[in-house]
């Protein structure tokens, strides 16, 4: 009789990630920024889901996703918190968008 | 849920290293932040495929990391035909397939998809990001 033995191998995701993506922390200027953009792209994804449940509205009118990639673009550059700042233009985007299609 | 679509462009500048170095970090955080339990990250099939063409070693070290991460954190869905997908071929005939693979999966998840090239999504009704 053969008797056959199945391999598992476990590999650290972290490990994976490296060698699919490169070093994971090498400048930490850069390394920075990257993680600054992340946030505010998770913040951007935030507001447009904010908008959806708001509004019912999927995507996010034009106007209103438009509004809020000009101020992403902003934040990547500023410490202000991302979360805090979409969610506003988001509110304030929505209110002037229901404005004008209501006239 | 939430997490973000990846289309071919994001994939290659990310990981098949004709991108920027911004861009190979930016992916590789939001990879870490998904693997955290953050967002989870999906790359449809065509588009790893697209990236593979670039950098075949990536399907590996894609395969290592889906299989070492948590369920459901970094998938790759498959292309099926479905009624999204015929009605996304049907509306914006002018996308390729990788790019009409982002938008069927971004579209039956209602996650948005990022890129590097929003232009090529003007008009289409998706939530777009750009990486």
New interface residues.
């Given amino acids: 009789m053969v008797s056959a033995s199945l391999t598992v191998m476990t590999v650290d995701p972290r490990r994976a990630l490296e060698e699919l993506c490169g070093p994971l922390a090498a400048d930490p200027v850069a390394d920075r920024a990257a993680e600054r953009a992340v946030r505010v792209l998770h913040a951007q994804a935030a507001a447009l889901a904010w908008v959806r449940q708001t509004t019912g509205a999927y995507p996010a009118p034009s106007a209103v996703a438009r509004r809020l990639a000009e101020a992403a673009a902003q934040l990547r550059g500023d410490d202000r918190d991302p979360v805090t700042v979409l969610i506003a233009v988001a509110a304030a985007a929505v209110a002037e968008h229901q404005a004008t299609t209501a006239a | 849920m ?1 997490g ?1 679509v990846l289309d071919h462009h994001a994939v290659i500048a ?2 098949a290293g004709t991108g920027s ?2 861009h ?10 998904a ?1 955290d339990g ?2 989870t990250v999906a790359v449809p099939a065509l588009c790893l495929a697209v990236t593979a063409g670039v950098r075949p070693a ?1 399907i590996g ?2 395969a ?2 889906i ?3 948590g369920t459901g954190v970094i998938t790759v869905p498959g292309l099926e035909r479905t009624a999204t997908l015929d009605a996304v071929r049907e509306v914006y005939p002018g996308l390729d397939w990788p790019a009409a693979h982002a938008v069927a999966v971004a579209i039956a998840t ?1 996650m ?1 998809l ?1 890129t590097t090239e ?1 232009s090529d999504y003007t008009g289409v ?7």
């Fill in positions: 939430s973000y990310g990981l170095e911004h190979r970090r930016e992916i590789s955080r939001l990879l870490v932040s693997i953050g967002p990536v070290h894609m290592d990391l299989a070492s991460a209602a948005p990022i929003p009704l998706v939530d777009v990001l750009d990486l």
